[in-house]
């Protein structure tokens, strides 16, 4: 099921190149692909820290690497959250002026890409299911875009291309840095490695720091984000809600799959360069936000921001702040994703998202008003929302935890300027809402019609997802919990542990079923 998750998009847009109906197609491929994660998500096994619903096939028994799929609760949720997006991202494409069948092809092969990265367990699949997407993105700006829209498409062409350069080097150091008995493409086997001390603690210190730099670049860490909010404002919206909504994440997903497992002392060493730089993303990208006069523009910054959270809640280094930076990397795709496609809508409807030339369109469109409201609220972190229990569930690890200093540590301060920070997202969010739907409507716009009952579909998809996950959180932090408590503590994961002989961390010993299996002493046979 796993296999057909990720490749019923991507078959699908080859049906299209041969002559399928490109829309009903992609529909179609999309709804199946929603149904496949629901199955996914009815049959995990909650509590179970392994992955399940494993596939591979052999490629390369030299090489040792193999094409091999799983799910465990992180990949599980952005599996999820692709399989959301990409029905709603497909129905509010609408009509394509050109080459129809080509736009369809590229949002195929971003989310089957997306997916395909997500629930990887070999580091070279890993990586080329993200480049694989990348291709599709700079054509959908490129070609269906607005406004500068070739600009846009070769500056974050270039940006992601350096990120995905450095990420690159950082895989590759990290593989060498396995000593060959253990080494693997496979993660399972990486994780046993890190665990066993074979990692050594100068070697993590270079190699996490190429990990930040690759992902931080994908993911728009400051001061590396200025390729997002222009390439956001550009795309068309069916590709701004599959990019910022879940492509972006493969970011902060590899930190969390890889950097924190794998490496906790480089994460501990280059602790305070990430804080200063995720403050970056929350105060500096915040005020520039509020400074935006475009919606598009605006949506584009606020992505940025936000990303900041997720980054705090990666280094406060405990079980509640990776929970938290999961959680909110869920709810964030699926609000942003929302306001994205609205924001779409409304350019093709008046041909403009200037705040001064909008104003008063809840009078004419009363449904599209209360939704992006909804979609205001969840970004700001309204309780009720998914995006309150992940920025609430950082704030709590980050203020208690991290890597403790004598007296008032700087996850204490990191945290009460981060803060201010919902401040400043409230007063762009609720500005923006303002001067887009509220006040005197101008009389162009009176002619406006508000979204047909066939769009209202996507819309309630993912407002519902946002509050049924916002009422009941705890089904997100069951599923993701038990994967990170395998190398994390309650407090610290670096709590309750011993220093290796070369001066790594060995963590406390929780055997996998993988390496239960595996030939104790010798290499770890992948089949």
């Given at each position: 099921m796993v296999l057909f998750t990720i490749f019923c998009p991507i078959i699908a847009a080859f049906l299209i190149m041969v002559g399928a109906p490109a829309r009903k197609t992609a529909l179609a491929a999309s709804v199946l692909t929603f149904a496949a994660a629901l199955f996914l998500l009815a049959?995990?096994?909650?509590?179970?820290?392994?992955?399940?619903?494993?596939?591979?096939?052999?490629?390369?028994?030299?090489?040792r690497l193999s094409f091999t799929t799983g799910i465990d609760g992180l990949s599980l949720i952005m599996v999820l959250l692709a399989a959301i997006v990409t029905p709603a991202a497909v129905w509010f494409a609408g009509p394509i002026d050109k080459h129809e069948n080509a736009f369809y092809v590229c949002l195929l092969f971003i989310s089957g890409s997306a997916i395909g990265a997500f629930a990887s367990i070999d580091l070279f699949f890993f990586y080329a299911f993200h480049e694989l997407a990348l291709i599709p993105t700079f054509l959908l700006i490129g070609i269906w875009g607005s406004g500068n829209r070739v600009a846009a498409a070769w500056k974050i062409t270039i940006y992601l291309a350096i990120g995905s350069f450095v990420l690159l080097?950082?895989?590759?150091?990290?593989?060498?840095?396995?000593?060959?008995?253990?080494?693997?493409?496979?993660?399972?086997?990486?994780?046993?490695?890190?665990?066993?001390?074979?990692?050594?603690?100068d070697a993590q210190h270079?190699?996490?720091?190429?990990?930040?730099?690759?992902?931080?670049?994908?993911?728009?860490?400051?001061?590396?984000h200025t390729w997002a909010p222009e390439a956001y404002a550009s795309a068309p919206a069916p590709a701004a809600m599959l990019h910022a909504g879940v492509l972006k994440k493969f970011g902060v997903y590899g930190l969390l799959?890889?950097?924190?497992?794998?490496?906790?002392?480089?994460?501990?060493?280059?602790?305070?360069?990430?804080?200063?730089?995720l403050l970056g993303n929350i105060i500096y990208v915040g005020l520039v936000t509020i400074a935006q006069k475009r919606l598009d523009w605006m949506l584009g910054y606020s992505s940025v921001m936000h990303m900041g959270y997720i980054f705090l809640g990666i280094a406060s280094a405990g079980i509640l702040g990776v929970t938290g930076a999961a959680v909110l990397m869920f709810a964030h795709g699926l609000?942003?994703?929302?306001?994205?496609?609205?924001?779409?809508?409304l350019r093709r409807r008046t041909g403009t998202l200037v705040f001064d030339e909008l104003g008063g369109l809840a009078r004419v469109m009363p449904f599209t008003g209360l939704a992006f409201g909804l979609g205001v609220f969840a970004v700001i972190g309204l309780p009720g929302f998914a995006n309150f229990a992940g920025e609430i569930i950082i704030f709590f690890?980050?203020?208690?935890?991290?890597?403790?200093?004598?007296?008032f540590h700087i996850f204490q301060i990191t945290t009460v300027l981060a803060l201010w920070g919902v401040v400043i997202s409230t007063v762009y969010m609720l500005r923006a809402y303002r001067k887009?739907?509220?006040?005197?409507?101008?009389?162009?716009?009176?002619q406006l019609v508000d979204l047909r009952p066939a769009l209202r579909v996507p819309v309630a998809l993912l407002v519902g997802a946002l509050l049924c996950f916002g009422f009941f959180p705890q089904a997100l932090v069951q599923i993701v919990t038990p994967g990170f408590r395998a190398y994390l503590t309650a407090n610290n994961y670096l709590t309750g542990t011993q220093r290796c002989s070369h001066g790594a961390v060995r963590r406390p010993r929780i055997l996998t079923q993988y390496e239960e299996d595996a030939p104790q002493g010798r290499g770890y046979n992948l089949q």
């Open positions: 049959s995990f096994g909650y509590g179970q820290s392994d992955f399940q619903h494993v596939t591979s096939f052999t490629i390369s028994p030299e090489w080097l950082g895989l590759i150091l990290l593989y060498q840095s396995v000593p060959a008995p253990l080494r693997s493409f496979d993660i399972r086997a990486l994780t046993v490695a890190a665990s066993l001390c074979q990692i050594a603690a270079h190699i996490y720091l190429l990990l930040l730099i690759g992902f931080g670049i994908l993911v728009s860490l400051f001061p590396f799959r890889l950097a924190i497992p794998l490496l906790p002392e480089g994460a501990r060493h280059w602790t305070i360069l990430l804080v200063v730089l609000s942003i994703a929302l306001l994205f496609a609205l924001a779409g809508e690890s980050a203020f208690k935890n991290g890597w403790t200093m004598n007296g887009t739907f509220m006040g005197t409507i101008n009389d162009q716009w009176r």
